[in-house]
């Protein structure tokens, strides 16, 4: 079956850090980049960036790149997202998604981070 | 970086067709795509390229395309529907773009 599973919901206090993995199957999993996006309660979707499986190269957004880091270990075919020095406005559900082309065909099931005191 | 304007919201009647634009750069809506998005779940590519279905998404979805807007038009509406609609866009060569959706009300 072809999917991404994602790691479970976390809850952070502020400045912590947190790490979301993202595991793929049934797909050969360096042939396809993976994205992250994020989504704040009640609010639309933000591209956070993406990284190359195969090479392991990453671009992010310029709003992220500060404290965002993509990673991946294709020997469990899993990428990482890790997100440092978080905030309350960090609140939010974190999808991960493989592009085929131009456009995210297989999306995880979500994975919700908590900033919380 | 550039946006994508849609909407905030539409709202159609069952059976009836509903148009949702997203206004961009003319080189934003060339690799526009289209993700559908209930609540509490991933979102759903529905359009890409511009006009393509994948397998198993109705052609009661379509997309327009003029000049710096795409247009996704659901005809026949149907309750199952209602849902937030983003529109998107990746040219491979700059960041991924993403409206700031549009809430589809059914009545």
């Known amino acids: 079956q072809v999917q991404l599973v994602q790691s479970g919901a976390e809850l952070k206090k502020p400045g912590a850090s947190v790490k979301v993995s993202c595991k793929g199957s049934g797909y050969s999993f360096s042939e396809y980049y993976i994205h992250w996006v994020r989504q704040a309660p009640g609010q639309g979707l933000e591209w956070v960036g993406w990284?190359?499986?195969?090479?392991?190269?990453?671009n992010y957004a310029r709003k992220f790149e500060a404290w965002v880091t993509l990673t991946r270990d294709t020997s469990i075919t899993t990428a990482f997202m890790e997100v440092s020095k978080l905030n309350s406005g960090d609140t939010a559900v974190y999808y991960c998604?493989?592009?085929?082309?131009?456009?995210?065909?297989?999306w995880g099931q979500g994975t919700l981070v908590t900033v919380s005191s | 970086q550039s946006a994508l304007t849609q909407p905030r919201s539409v709202s159609g009647s069952p059976g009836q067709s509903v148009t949702i634009s997203c206004t961009g750069t003319?080189?934003?809506?060339?690799?526009v795509s289209w993700y559908q998005q209930h609540p509490g779940k991933a979102p759903k590519v529905i359009i890409y390229d511009v006009t393509k279905r994948p397998s198993g998404v109705p052609d009661r979805f379509s997309v327009f395309k003029s000049g710096y807007t795409a247009s996704l038009t659901i005809s026949g509406l149907q309750a199952d529907d209602e849902a937030e609609y983003y529109c998107s866009s990746y040219a491979g060569t700059y960041p991924v773009i993403f409206g700031g959706g549009t809430q589809l009300t059914v009545l």
């Open positions: 003319s080189s934003d809506v060339d690799a």
């Open positions: 998604g493989r592009l085929a082309g131009s456009y995210i065909d297989l």
């Open positions: 990284i190359n499986p195969r090479t392991g190269g990453a």
